[in-house]
């Protein structure tokens, strides 16, 4: 089964809109990161945020972690149509290798 | 991403064949993956890599097989292909030290007939 699952599954929004996807898991991390992937193509690595680490920023993106519940978020803000992608939480436990969940489709609408 | 390219991009086949996917990558990491994704799911781990003497299994290594040809080159084998192997596949690198971020090649859609 997925170490870590996303919430929604699809989300459309409109320009300009913030998009926010949340991602949980069940066992104890080192870190959780977010990537985005375009239709068809490679997965791209947007942001990571440590276990000890609460929020992260990284230009438009905002990422939350809260260990206590095993959960992520991942805020985009001032969204725009080239941001429409599916994204993924990948979770690292050090064991092995990642773990990737099963995404959320976003589609912003220009 | 061209530090880490796939070859081939597509590939359609028939049940039964061998069919070799490969992978190769230029930024010097020690580590290499191989994914499949599937319509509408994530990425499922089928193998990995961490050095050229190691390999493991991963979720789903059933009727796959790979090979650490050198540091820069790891290869995916469907020994025998059936049907429910048509997917997306992504070859992916990482570095052996810090944290585990994965660099993913453009990916190989292989059809099974």
């Known amino acids: 089964s997925q170490q870590g699952e996303e919430d929604p599954q699809a989300l459309s929004i409109q320009e300009g809109e913030n998009a926010t996807m949340n991602c949980s898991y069940k066992?104890?991390?080192?870190?959780l990161q977010w990537y985005r992937q375009n239709s068809g193509r490679g997965l791209v690595h947007l942001i990571l945020?440590?276990?000890?680490?609460r929020e992260k920023h990284s230009g438009r993106l905002r990422v939350t972690l809260d260990t206590s519940k095993k959960s992520s978020s991942l805020l985009i803000t001032a969204s725009r149509a080239a941001d429409t992608a599916s994204y993924f939480c990948?979770?690292?436990?050090?064991?092995?290798?990642?773990?990737f969940g099963s995404g959320t489709r976003l589609q912003v609408q220009p | 991403d061209a530090d880490v390219t796939q070859t081939p991009r597509n590939r359609i086949t028939k049940t039964g064949k061998r069919i070799m996917l490969e992978c190769s990558q230029t930024?010097?990491?020690?580590?290499m993956y191989w994914y499949r994704q599937d319509p509408g799911l994530g990425l499922r781990l089928i193998y990995y890599?961490?050095?050229?003497?190691?390999?493991n299994k991963g979720e789903i290594s059933d009727g796959y097989s790979v090979s650490r040809q050198a540091q820069a080159k790891f290869s995916l084998s469907l020994e025998s292909a059936i049907p429910n192997q048509t997917a997306l596949y992504f070859c992916?690198?990482?570095?052996?030290?810090?944290?585990?971020?994965?660099?993913f090649g453009p990916g190989t859609r292989l059809t099974v007939l």
């Open positions: 992916a690198t990482s570095r052996s030290t810090g944290p585990d971020t994965q660099y």
């Open positions: 890599s961490f050095d050229v003497k190691d390999i």
């Open positions: 930024k010097g990491h020690d580590r």
């Open positions: 945020i440590r276990s000890n680490e």
């Open positions: 066992t104890s991390i080192n870190n």
């Open positions: 990948a979770t690292d436990t050090g064991r092995r290798a990642l773990t």
